[in-house]
T-cell receptor, first 110, second 115 residues
Framework: GQQLNQSPQSMFIQEGEDVSMNCTSS?????WLWYKQDPGEGPVLLIA?????ELTSNGRLTAQFGITRKDSFLNISASIPSDVGIYFC??????????FGSGTKLNVKP | GAVVSQHPSWVICKSGTSVKIECRSL??????MFWYRQFPKQSLMLMAT?????????EQGVEKDKFLINHASLTLSTLTVTSAHPEDSSFYIC???????????FGPGTRLTVL
């Protein structure tokens, strides 16, 4: 069955550092989404990607849709304490269901 | 835009009772709504997909008679957990899409505790 691997599982970084996380799938996707979830709340959509090679930014966040269509990356530049949370990737092919990554827990030390 | 609400935000009930959770898209019409379940420190597990006016499509292993889903309008879907048991305790999150599932917008979630 479909497998979606997200890494790293957790990160501890210093405020001001850049962050990078990624997701890889066992099959191709044509949509990738990146979400952030705070404790006790629903995920919030950060960036949506629909085309292989697409690079999209949202403030300090940048995400890319891998050329192979089997991976995606999320970068956060100049991290700040409010970036703390769990980041999820989600991908799907055509209009099938979305598969979610296991999440990357980000901790930022002031 | 793209705001999704859920009600209640948390609920505590006795074993054997039924609980209804509402999911509303506040500023857009949702052609498709999704219901997820999330255990602590885990990812989201899709339970079912519902399109307005039609029966929900349940994921393998999800009991349709236990988790009743109704999507009566383009802005409202409900999940009813029937005869709830302690193992049903979880964080239930809905999401809504206005474009056949591209871009899902999540509600804030409902914490269900069954005693």
């Amino acid at each position: 069955g479909q497998q979606l691997n997200q890494s790293p599982q957790s990160m501890f970084i210093q405020e001001g550092e850049d962050v990078s996380m990624n997701c890889t799938s066992s099959s191709i996707f044509n949509t990738w989404l990146w979400y952030k979830q705070d404790p006790g709340e629903g995920p919030v959509l950060l960036i949506a990607l629909y085309k292989a090679g697409e690079l999209t930014s949202n403030g300090r966040l940048t995400a890319q849709f891998g050329i192979t269509r089997k991976d995606s990356f999320l970068n956060i530049s100049a991290s700040i304490p409010s970036d703390v949370g769990i980041y999820f990737c989600a991908g799907r092919y055509n209009f099938n269901k979305f598969y979610f990554g296991s999440g990357t827990k980000l901790n930022v030390k002031p | 835009g793209a705001v999704v609400s859920q009600h209640p935000s948390w609920v505590i009930c006795k074993s054997g009772t039924s609980v209804k959770i509402e999911c509303r898209s506040l500023d857009f019409q949702a052609t498709t709504m999704f219901w997820y379940r999330q255990f602590p420190k885990q990812s989201l597990m899709l339970m079912a997909t519902s399109n307005e006016g039609s029966k929900a499509t349940y994921e393998q292993g999800v009991e349709k008679d236990k988790f009743l889903i109704n999507h009566a309008s383009l802005t409202l879907s409900t999940l009813t957990v029937t005869s709830a048991h302690p193992e049903d305790s979880s964080f239930y999150i809905c999401s809504a899409s206005r474009n056949r599932g591209n871009e899902q917008f999540f509600g804030p979630g409902t914490r269900l505790t069954v005693l």
